[in-house]
């Protein structure tokens, strides 16, 4: 199994800052892409960027200039810096993997429980 533990979200002004991290551990023998997605309360999931093992990136059209997706490979883990908020960039922000846990398994894309993000006055 594997496990996915985000952290960072927060309340934070219009116009602020935020960076998402999002740690990957468990049975892991390679990890192909990391990713995140958003749900807007009433809204389906979203995406908003992902990232190969190679560092090759993603991202949603809204999302580009304003959000950088980055990966420590070492560490297994994913990050997501998130500027010039606006409120409709409130959500929930989940985390995503694609897992091989060993050499001879498939890739299974496991999520994160989500964290939430509030862009609010």
């Known amino acids: 199994q594997v496990q996915l533990v985000e952290s960072g979200g927060d309340l934070v002004q219009p116009g602020g800052s935020l960076r998402l991290s999002c740690a990957a551990s468990?049975?892991?023998?390679?990890?192909?892409?990391m990713g995140w997605y958003r749900q807007p309360p009433g809204k389906e999931r979203e995406l908003v960027a992902t990232i190969a093992s190679t560092g090759s990136t993603n991202y949603a059209d809204s999302m580009k200039g304003r959000f950088s997706i980055s990966r420590d490979n070492a560490k297994n883990t994913v990050y997501l810096q998130m500027n010039s908020l606006k409120p409709e960039d409130t959500a929930v922000y989940y985390c995503?993997?694609?897992?091989?846990?060993?050499?001879?398994?498939?890739?299974?894309?496991?999520w994160g429980q989500g964290t939430q993000v509030t862009v609010s006055s």
């Open positions: 995503s993997a694609v897992v091989k846990s060993d050499y001879r398994a498939t890739y299974y894309k496991y």
């Open positions: 468990g049975s892991i023998f390679a990890i192909a892409s």
